[in-house]
C-alpha cells in the first residue's frame, strides 16, 4: 500500500529558530501533497497544498513567509516553520495525492 | 469559503449499542471521505463515497453519501471498546479536504 513518512517525529525548540519537517512518499510519486495542522482536541486544518516543481497554494490565514513549502521532487515536500513560537506548537501532518495517504505526524513543541 | 460541519461532537455508549456521526457541508462535494484517528495516533483512512446515494459498508461500519452529495453519515452497529477514537469526515470540492471537527467516541465496556 502506499505509504508516507514524517521527519522527525517529534521535536522540541526554542522560540525564534526554525524547523523543518520532512514528508516522504515511499512507494509512489505524488505530484500533489498537502500539509494539514492539528492542534490539541481538535479537527485537521489544511495549511497548503504543495505541486511538485511549483509554487504552493495556502489558505486563507496561512502565512506563506513563516510556514515554507518547497516541493523539489516527486517524493518529497518540506514544511519549514520559520522563527517558530509557542503558538505554533501544534501536530502536523501532510498527505500525498489526491487518494490523502497521510503521514504519521510530526509533533513540533516550541518553548 | 466551504464548511464541513460534524455531530455530535462527542458521544459515549455501552458497548453493543449503535452509534451515528452525522457531516453536512454548505456546498456540494464532489467527494466525503471518512477516517478514524486514535488518542496519539494520525487519521487512518476508511473510505471514500463519490456517487450521490451511495451506501457503502464495512463489517459493522456503513457508510452514506446523500443525494445531494452535501451530507454524510457513518453508522457502527453494535459498538465494541476497539471503535473508540475520533472519527472525522473530510469533503472535497476543490484541491486538499475540508474535515469536519470530528466526533469523539468512547465506549464502555
Known amino acids: 500500500g502506499a505509504v508516507v513518512s514524517q521527519h522527525p517525529s517529534w521535536v522540541i525548540c526554542k522560540s525564534g529558530t526554525s524547523v523543518k519537517i520532512e514528508c516522504r512518499s515511499l512507494?509512489?510519486?505524488?505530484?500533489?501533497m498537502f500539509w494539514y495542522r492539528q492542534f490539541p482536541k481538535q479537527s485537521l486544518m489544511l495549511m497548503a497544498t504543495?505541486?511538485?516543481?511549483?509554487?504552493?497554494?495556502?489558505e486563507q490565514g496561512v502565512e506563506k513567509d513563516k510556514f515554507l513549502i518547497n516541493h523539489a521532487s516527486l517524493t518529497l515536500s518540506t514544511l519549514t516553520v520559520t522563527s517558530a513560537h509557542p503558538e505554533d506548537s501544534s501536530f502536523y501532518i501532510c498527505?500525498?495525492?489526491?487518494?490523502?495517504?497521510f503521514g504519521p505526524g510530526t509533533r513540533l513543541t516550541v518553548l | 469559503g466551504q464548511q464541513v460541519m460534524q455531530i455530535p461532537q462527542y458521544q459515549h455508549v455501552q458497548e453493543g449499542e449503535d452509534f451515528t456521526t452525522y457531516c453536512n457541508s454548505s456546498?456540494?462535494?464532489?467527494?466525503i471521505q471518512w477516517y478514524k484517528q486514535r488518542p496519539g495516533g494520525h487519521p487512518v483512512f476508511l473510505i471514500q463515497?463519490?456517487?450521490?446515494?451511495e451506501v457503502k459498508k464495512q463489517k459493522r461500519l456503513t457508510f452514506q453519501f446523500g443525494e445531494a452529495k452535501k451530507n454524510s453519515s457513518l453508522h457502527i452497529t453494535a459498538t465494541q471498546t476497539t471503535d473508540v477514537g475520533t472519527y472525522f469526515c473530510?469533503?472535497?470540492?476543490?484541491?486538499?479536504?475540508?474535515f469536519g471537527a470530528g466526533t469523539r467516541l468512547t465506549v464502555k465496556p
Open positions: 498527505s500525498a495525492s489526491i487518494e490523502q495517504f
Open positions: 512507494d509512489f510519486q505524488a505530484t500533489t
Open positions: 504543495s505541486n511538485e516543481g511549483s509554487k504552493a497554494t495556502y
Open positions: 456546498t456540494t462535494l464532489s467527494n
Open positions: 463515497l463519490v456517487k450521490s446515494g
Open positions: 473530510a469533503g472535497r470540492s476543490g484541491p486538499g479536504m475540508r
